[in-house]
T-cell receptor, first 107, second 113 residues
């Protein structure tokens, strides 16, 4: 069955520290993965997708098929990065979301 | 990008009643989806709203409980029927291609007493 696991409910880091939000998936097909973000009092929005191989707001994510992971990374956290982050997997015409990780960046 | 609005933004309802949530998009879209986010949990797809035909429901969700209408390419409704406290959730609609950016509405926060 398709599944997305985000093991951390909360990740708290200091400003300027590196960030890694973990995401593991279970899928027998060719995976297509996304990171969505929800800032306080805003709606859910796409942050990045693995097929684009782009860096958005300093965040990157690499698909590792061997480890079935798609961890989100940023070398230097900023306070405005504080938000809820969801990893999502596409299968067919649908998205499966992980449980989400709250990122808190402390000053 | 698509601009999506939902009505109502929140509601408090009594057990056994029904609530209809509206989703309006500022442009014509092919795919519309309804999600549920229960307290402390992730988003779960309820159904895909198809224009001109019945919605396609995910496992665990049935039309009698969550009837959906899609009268045109810019509008859809989701009804939560015969509500119980377990239906207390945020309900979100989204549009877009799964392989591309999906745009989400602001959500409807439902509390059932």
């Amino acid at each position: 069955a398709q599944r997305v696991t985000q093991p951390e409910k909360l990740l708290s880091v200091f400003k300027g520290a590196p960030v890694e939000l973990k995401c593991n998936y279970s899928y027998s097909g060719s995976p297509e993965l996304f990171w969505y973000v929800q800032y306080s009092r805003q709606r859910l929005q796409l942050l990045l997708r693995h097929i684009s191989r782009e860096s958005i707001k300093g965040f990157t994510a690499d698909l590792n098929k061997g480890e079935t992971s798609f961890h989100l990374k940023k070398p230097f956290a900023q306070e405005e990065d504080s938000a809820m982050y969801y990893c999502a997997l596409r299968y067919g015409n649908k998205l499966v979301f992980g449980a989400g990780t709250i990122l808190r960046v402390k000053s | 990008s698509a601009v999506i609005s939902q009505k109502p933004s929140r509601d408090i309802c009594q057990r056994g009643t029904s609530l209809t949530i509206q989703c309006q998009v500022d442009s014509q879209v092919t795919m519309m989806f309804w999600y549920r986010q229960q307290p402390g949990q992730s988003l779960t797809l309820i159904a895909t709203a198809n224009q001109g035909s019945e919605a396609t429901y995910e496992s665990g969700f049935v039309i009698d409980k969550f009837p959906i209408s899609r009268p045109n390419l810019t509008f859809s409704t989701l009804t939560v029927s015969n509500m119980s406290p377990e239906d207390s959730s945020i309900y979100l609609c989204s549009v877009g291609q799964i392989t591309d950016t999906q745009y989400f509405g602001p959500g409807t926060r439902l509390t059932v007493l």
